[in-house]
């Protein structure tokens, strides 16, 4: 790479980085960091996504070089998971960091892996692959993957050298402060559930939207005892695998909601609940695996520590409801009343703690 070059790729990453300045939604922050990877003219088209299940509950991306009809396609066309990005980076070109170099017949027939659509087969809006790309994770700094800056067509057509693959970084690792800043507003920080302020700005939303949505309400049961016999430290590991039950067996189209100490929430827009159901029916089998198979290893921890008293028994009390709602919070509120009702039950049926 010529120095002419590299001066223009810093100072395009200093030109978005002082225009993130003057800009307030998220949207359009992520829109001035693939506008910068064009400007630095490594690329001429770039999209910066993000995986709705770890950050909202609706499409999140920023674009650059695209035409308004290749943005929608993005917006409403199937979304990867984190998952399959990272099986397609096994097999990528590695070029330092979380940069990788994807041709396109590593990705060829699999729809799902539509980023940006190369302009030899944009007529189509079709076959999507990345070709002539590159793909930079975006990580927060606790290692959860956030999304992806992927970028395609370089100008000569030629693949990137590596000197600039460490400039394409810099934007990488712009993108995903940004959206780490965004997530410590939205998230519980024990349990990566989003807070109780997303939760209120959501309801907000689907009540003024007219869709029809599942709630579901979970209170963890005798989370108190666990706290006083053995520590709130002890109870944390309580809260965090309730966490990790609902996040495991909801579907993963919807959001999960910790807006206060033992509750938590799940929202889904949808026309049929069954599959919320379903989920919801499996739930208390997961929690009588995690007693049988996790608990022991935590009594063995309790005993250690001198606890007051025994350790109980993780218990969830589970409720739903689904609708329309004007006022969305009085579907969770009916939610919330059918988990008071299974609460009764669980009370009646309790057996003593072993």
């Known amino acids: 790479m010529d120095e002419t070059a590299l001066v223009r790729q810093f100072r395009a990453y200093l030109h978005a980085s002082e225009r993130l300045m003057t800009v307030h939604s998220l949207l359009d922050k992520l829109d001035v ?8 003219g490594l690329f001429q088209r770039c999209v910066v996504r993000v995986y709705r299940r770890r950050f909202s509950s609706r499409r999140v991306l920023g674009a650059a070089g695209l035409t308004p009809a290749e943005r929608r ?3 409403d066309g199937p979304e990867a998971s984190p998952e399959r990005y990272l099986s397609l980076t096994e097999g990528a070109r590695h070029l330092g960091g979380d940069c990788f170099y994807v041709r396109g017949a590593e990705a060829q027939g699999d729809g799902a892996f539509a980023t940006v659509p190369s302009r030899r087969e944009a007529q189509t809006f ?3 692959h ?8 975006l990580y927060s700094s606790r290692r959860v993957l956030l999304g992806h800056l992927v970028a395609d067509d370089p100008p000569d057509g030629e693949v990137p050298d590596e000197e600039s693959c460490r400039s394409f970084v810099l934007f990488a690792s712009l993108a995903a402060r940004l959206l780490e800043q965004e997530l ?4 519980d920080p024990m349990t990566d559930a989003f807070n109780g302020l997303y ?3 959501e309801l907000e939303r689907l009540g003024a939207s007219g869709r029809p949505f599942t709630a579901v309400f979970a209170d963890m049961d005798g989370l108190k005892e666990v706290n006083d016999n053995c520590g709130h430290r002890m109870g944390d590991e309580y809260i965090r695998a309730a966490h990790d039950i ?5 579907p993963e189209d919807g959001l999960l909601y910790r807006p206060y100490g033992d509750e938590f929430v799940y929202l889904r827009e949808d026309d049929d609940p069954a599959p919320v159901a379903d989920a919801v029916a499996r739930i208390p089998q997961a929690v009588a695996i995690w007693n049988e198979e996790v608990r022991p290893r935590l009594v063995a921890v309790a005993g250690s520590q001198e606890c007051r008293g025994p350790l109980p028994l993780l218990d969830m009390s589970v409720g739903m409801a689904h609708g329309v709602r004007a006022d969305a919070d009085a579907l969770v509120r009916r939610a919330e009343e059918a988990m008071f009702a299974e609460k ?3 009370r009646a049926r309790r057996s003593p703690i072993s």
């Open 126 to 128: 079709r076959t999507w």
């Open 199 to 201: 939760l209120d700005r």
């Open 130 to 137: 990345p070709e002539d790309s590159f793909l930079a994770h």
């Open 73 to 75: 396609i993005l917006m």
């Open 33 to 40: 960091v693939a506008q910068g990877v064009v400007e630095s």
């Open 246 to 250: 609902l996040l495991r067996h909801l």
């Open 184 to 187: 410590r507003l939205r998230t």
């Open 344 to 346: 009764g039950l669980h």
